[in-house]
């Protein structure tokens, strides 16, 4: 009954292996708050020895969430009963607790006896069990996303935040300090909850024995099992200690305190995975924050603003003393920093991630959030102004026209003085380069860009708008904190890239739904991410550089020639058909010089007649294309520049006749359009330009008339438009806060 009347909500069963409560509460309840307030049914059940999972009830769920849940013989039985029934199975993780390699990350551990250490390795092999054998990951950072996706799972992520009941009572206790008023103590304060905290705390500690020296006002608040160090027994009564307790008795102590402490051991697999949660806790009460300048805190707190970063002595010393003299810089960081979770850590805010995120969790039964559409518009010029943009860019690959494209489109952002900020997602040639080499090759294969450069490092700085450029970079984009409006910048239809990989092009195809806002090259992406993924998208023109791409009468030579954009080793590139209709015009036209271009190796190799150039700088990619008759190019998916390259260098170009070239290339006017993928039909159309010089001739004509109106300045414009649309100049960073160049 209840699926006939909302056939577009879903079921969630969220089983919970660990009953700690925070931790529970985070990633149990909350979801389940946020799944409800969505329209969704969702039940919470603890999973452990004394408490099993009623299967019947989970199995009649839509979606099935364990958390923190080791693989047992019952819980293998409801994952394989769910797989019969196509019921998706969803692995809950917030901590580093699957990687049976990286067990000595974690601190605790060690002080373990042998016996019980080969005990928790053991559960960790289990946990890693679960969560191979579950369809998809859902984890509470980033990092652990990526360490998910290294063992070729799909990981996505989602944060901790604040669920109504912490809200309430964070913003209950936040008045009551404010009626409080001023004291002359600073309390400064930290709460451990288990044994890795005397690590962690390790780091703050030489700072905070100096400003308990400094600072007679000062007194230090523990709570929970940490250890301290001797040295801080000579303070007395200044430092106090409380026992463990629950999330709201927590919340009422950390109320009380001026400033709290996230410190986390620096160069840590294990912390670097953790959530940002001590700040978004303090930061509800109004409380600032000084935390290690470690992956999630710089993830979420911008230093000096909502709250200070720290790794040297020296710089723990300095944020603590800050806090501590300044009084109204305190409450301003402390207010700055609850804006930020309001914003940022809310309830509301992570019920809006989740709208996008179940479609990617499950596609069959969750449709597609409906976005907003909007029509292209400009602003005036006098509108335009100076923006942050982040771009997070997969590792770019010499000739590869999609990563041309890109380079283009941000040297043309810093040209309209925009600050643009890339962070490089590194795979494998780039894995060992620093920072410096990275700009290096990418000025080397794609020219001067003026943009300031980072190895991406599971987080972005402050910006205006960020853009994802690839799939990859989308899930890596989604699930960071900072970066301002979202987009994903879309050149092609990128899950036809993995023909025979179903996983990668259904990850691929799930970045659609994820909600960011798509500006997509050409008009047929933004027709079909509209329609099928009910995305919110927009198109920028196709364009051509046509300082480089222009004829050049001395390359042309008597000889009839023919060029192929080669690319054995992708499909959509039809390879197979060009070679064999090019086969069968050299039997028709004997004398036709046919020569390759775009790959070093090819398979099958060419007919040895054939003259392979592989991939060529783009000013010998000119030259030849100048010196070609006819340009043979196939597009089974969205366009590629490269016919737009051919014709502004007055080569005449036969492309596959396809919706996906409205508007950009007509037939029989400016190219020549096959109506079918056959070698033959190809053949003909490339014989018929070859022997009819008069065709040929006004084909180029009209050909170099259409590409002198496509400028890459105008395109790249259009994408600014719609930014600056989003972005009234109110709520644009830069005279707010310093350019991140300046930070970095």
């Not at 690590?199 to 608040?221: I, S």
């Not at 950390?254 to 001590?278: G, T, Y």
């Not at 040297?411 to 003085?417: I, K, L, P, Q």
Request: proline share 6%; aromatic share 8%.
């Amino acid at each position: 009954m209840w699926a006939r009347v909302c056939p577009l909500k879903i079921s969630c069963f969220i089983a919970s292996g660990c009953q700690i409560a925070t931790t529970h509460l985070y990633r149990c309840v909350h979801l389940e708050e946020q799944l409800r307030d969505l329209g969704h049914r969702a039940e919470v059940a603890i999973w452990n020895e004394e408490a099993q999972i009623d299967l019947a009830a989970a199995l009649a769920c839509d979606l099935i969430f364990l958390y923190r849940l080791p693989m047992s013989a019952t819980l293998r039985q409801l994952i394989e009963q769910a797989r019969t029934r196509q019921k998706r199975v969803i692995f809950d993780i917030d901590d580093l607790i699957f990687e049976p390699e990286l067990v000595g990350q974690h601190r605790a551990v060690q002080k373990l006896s042998p016996n019980d250490q080969l005990q928790h390795i053991e559960g960790v092999r289990c946990y890693l069990e679960t969560l191979e054998a579950c369809d998809v990951v859902v984890t509470s950072t980033p990092l652990l996303a990526e360490l998910v996706r290294r063992r070729a799972k799909p990981a996505y992520v989602h944060r901790n935040s604040l669920g109504r009941e912490m809200s309430a009572l964070a913003e209950k206790l936040r008045r009551e300090r404010r009626r409080r008023g001023s004291r002359e103590a600073v309390v400064v304060g930290y709460g451990s909850g288990s044994a890795t905290h005397d690590v962690d705390f390790a780091a703050a500690a030489p700072a905070l024995l100096c400003v308990l020296e400094r600072f007679a006002q000062v007194e230090l608040w523990i709570a929970g099992p940490l250890v301290l160090p001797a040295e801080f027994a000579g303070f007395g009564e200044r430092v106090r200690r409380f026992p463990l307790s629950d999330w709201r008795e927590w919340f009422a102590l950390l109320s009380q305190m001026d400033v709290a402490l996230a410190p986390l051991e620096p160069d840590n697999l294990f912390c670097r995975a953790k959530s940002e949660i001590k700040f978004v806790e303090a930061g509800a009460l109004g409380v600032p924050v000084v935390a290690s300048r470690v992956d999630p805190f710089r993830d979420a707190i911008t230093d000096g603003e909502d709250g200070f970063l720290a790794t040297s002595e020296e710089e723990w010393l300095q944020a603590l003393s800050t806090l501590i003299a300044e009084r109204e810089r305190r409450q301003q960081i402390g207010e700055r920093a609850r804006a930020i979770v309001a914003q940022r850590h809310s309830p509301a805010a992570r019920t809006r991630d989740l709208r996008f995120l179940l479609p990617q969790l499950a596609p069959a039964q969750v449709p597609p959030a409906r976005a907003a559409q909007r029509t292209r518009w400009f602003p005036r010029v006098a509108r335009r102004g100076r923006l942050i943009l982040n771009w997070v860019v997969p590792e770019p690959f010499p000739g590869a026209g999609g990563d041309i494209g890109l380079f283009r489109m941000i040297r043309n952002f810093a040209e309209f003085g925009h600050d643009c900020q890339v962070y490089v997602v590194t795979y494998e040639a780039m894995k060992t380069l620093s920072t410096a080499e990275i700009r290096a090759n990418i000025r080397q294969h794609f020219g001067e860009t003026p943009a300031t450069y980072h190895r991406f490092e599971g987080f972005i700085g402050n910006a205006d708008a960020s853009f994802a450029t690839f799939w990859p970079t989308v899930e890596n984009l989604t699930g960071l904190l900072k970066g301002g409006c979202r987009y994903y910048l879309v050149q092609d239809f990128e899950p036809t890239f993995y023909p025979d990989d179903p996983l990668h092009s259904e990850r691929a195809e799930n970045t659609y739904r994820a909600g960011l806002r798509c500006i997509t090259l050409g008009p047929w992406l933004t027709r079909l991410l509209r329609q099928r993924y009910r995305a919110q998208a927009d198109f920028f023109d196709f364009a051509v550089d046509r300082e480089i791409y222009s004829p050049r009468p001395a390359a042309r030579v008597k000889q009839l020639r023919v060029c192929f954009y080669a690319r054995s080793s992708t499909r959509r590139r039809a390879y197979d058909i060009g070679i064999k209709a090019l086969q069968l015009v050299k039997e028709r036209l004997p004398e036709v010089k046919v020569e390759l271009f775009g790959a070093a190796e090819l398979s099958p190799p060419p007919p040895p007649d054939f003259v392979n150039r592989g991939m060529l700088p783009h000013e010998d990619l000119a030259k030849l294309f100048s010196s070609c008759d006819v340009g043979l190019v196939f597009s089974l998916t969205n366009p590629s520049f490269v016919p737009l390259e051919m014709m502004a260098s007055g080569c005449a170009v036969v492309e596959l006749k396809s919706e996906r070239l409205a508007g950009i290339l007509t037939h029989n006017k400016d190219a020549w359009l096959v109506d079918e993928l056959n070698p033959g039909k190809v053949a003909e159309g490339i014989s018929r330009l070859l022997e009819d010089q008069a065709l040929r001739k006004r084909i180029v004509k009209n050909g170099l008339r259409r590409t002198r109106t496509m400028s890459w300045r105008d395109s790249v414009r259009q994408i600014e438009a719609i930014v600056l649309q989003d972005i009234p100049p109110s709520q644009r960073l830069l005279g707010k806060i310093p350019a991140l160049s300046a930070l970095s």
